[in-house]
């Protein structure tokens, strides 16, 4: 059964950092590419980061980039998502998944002063 459970989320200031995680289970993660997305109640699932299998590519959405860094261990069966210099627009629940695989239930990400 697949398992994907996104922790590291909370309440950050503007221009504050966070780091999330994904810890999965039940698929072949090591030959899995993976996303990131972000979703704020009423708006579309935003894509915010991919990265390939091996970790070797990724690939941002543009009003990340710069400030947003995925990265996996393929060793933990662990993605995770580095996020500085975070502004109050990037409020969401945050999920981890593929298209083919599903998603978690996302971890909320709040940035307010």
């Known amino acids: 059964q697949v398992h994907l459970v996104e922790s590291g989320g909370g309440l950050v200031q503007p221009g504050g950092s966070l780091r999330l995680s994904c810890v999965t289970s039940?698929?072949?993660?090591?030959?899995?590419?993976m996303n990131w997305y972000r979703q704020v109640p009423g708006k579309p699932r935003e894509l915010v980061a991919a990265?390939?299998?091996?970790?070797?590519?990724?690939i941002y959405a543009d009003s990340v980039k710069g400030r947003i860094t995925m990265s996996r261990d393929n060793a933990k069966n662990t993605l995770y998502l580095q996020m500085d210099s975070l502004k109050p627009e990037e409020a969401a629940v945050y999920y981890c998944?593929?298209?083919?695989?599903?998603r978690g239930q996302g971890t909320q990400v709040a940035v307010s002063s």
């Open positions: 039940g698929f072949n993660f090591g030959g899995s590419a």
């Open positions: 990265i390939t299998s091996t970790g070797d590519n990724t």
């Open positions: 998944g593929a298209p083919n695989i599903g």
